[in-house]
């Protein structure tokens, strides 16, 4: 039976211009989720209400397989928050901020902060005013794995950072997945970074869950056809979830693009897709 360490059951939420109606959503307990959607499409409204910083109107929430309502403050104790925006003070300086931090959480572990804070260069007299946006991130990120969670939730985390600033942080979090009991939700636009850590792939589009599976079975279900223009018609555009057509051929993504290679063999091209591929094409 698959274990699951967020489990969200007809939950809705209503607001004047954008709603949630009757969202069901599992996230694997041990694996890396990547959560994906245009802007707008509700996916920070939902991470806050797994964080329990917003109620939904109806519906239920369980982590780590206890209610929300119920376990609000024993369930936050397991879980580290990465957000991208800044939510620190700004006169602290990074050792006054784990000061501050550090008694909300029973397992708090100085040692753990401090090697985080090490690794990621960070002066423990720099106040938060003086950080650059990736030092923030990375401060976050220290904060979130110094008091031993077994559920790390990212909203947006990397958007903006430099490549190597990025890179560090996906190690980390690989590191982080190692034990089998940790899990983490990771909202992200930077499809290659998803396409390098996520296991699996949770889609929202504008309050509606598209599909939640394995990464690689989307990798798999979806595929570039390339061919000579001449070849399509109606019925067969109709297999390609997006098609762009030039005066002499055309490029679109499809589930069936088996088809295609069986009516016209050597004449098409079926490329394998990348995630951010996908994606957009899905999206339009």
């Known amino acids: 039976m698959e274990d699951y360490v967020i489990e969200m059951s007809q939950v809705s939420k209503t607001y004047t211009d954008f709603s949630i109606e009757n969202l069901n959503l599992r996230i694997r307990k041990g694996y890396v989720t990547g959560f994906v959607g245009p802007n707008g499409s509700g996916k920070t409204t939902i991470i806050k209400m797994i964080m329990g910083l917003i109620k939904p109107e109806s519906g239920s929430i369980k982590v780590f397989g206890k209610d929300l309502k119920k376990h609000s403050v024993t369930i936050k104790e397991k879980i580290g928050f990465v957000y991208a925006e800044n939510y620190f003070y700004d006169h602290l300086t990074v050792e006054e901020t784990g000061k501050m931090i550090a008694p909300f959480y029973k397992n708090w572990n100085w040692e753990t902060y401090w090697s985080y804070i090490k690794l990621f260069g960070l002066s423990k007299n720099k106040i938060i005013e003086e950080l650059s946006t990736g030092m923030k991130v990375e401060l976050s990120l220290a904060i979130a794995l110094s008091h031993d969670p077994l559920l790390i939730v990212l909203d947006e985390p990397t958007s903006g950072l430099d490549p190597i600033v990025r890179s560090k942080v996906l ?93 016209f063999g050597q004449e098409v091209i079926i490329d394998p897709a990348s995630l951010e591929e996908i994606m957009v094409n899905l999206m339009r």
């Open 171 to 263: 190690d980390i979090l690989f590191d982080f997945i190692q034990d089998a009991n940790k899990s983490v939700f990771f909202s992200s636009h930077i499809m290659t970074d998803l396409e390098r850590i996520a296991d699996d792939i949770a889609m929202i589009h504008y309050g509606k869950l598209l599909f939640n599976i394995e990464k690689d079975t989307i990798l798999d279900q979806y595929k570039l056809v390339k061919g000579p223009k001449e070849i399509l018609d109606d019925e067969l555009r109709k297999q390609l979830i997006s098609c762009h057509e030039t005066s002499v051929g055309f490029e679109g993504l499809s589930k069936n693009y088996d088809l295609f290679r069986e009516l």
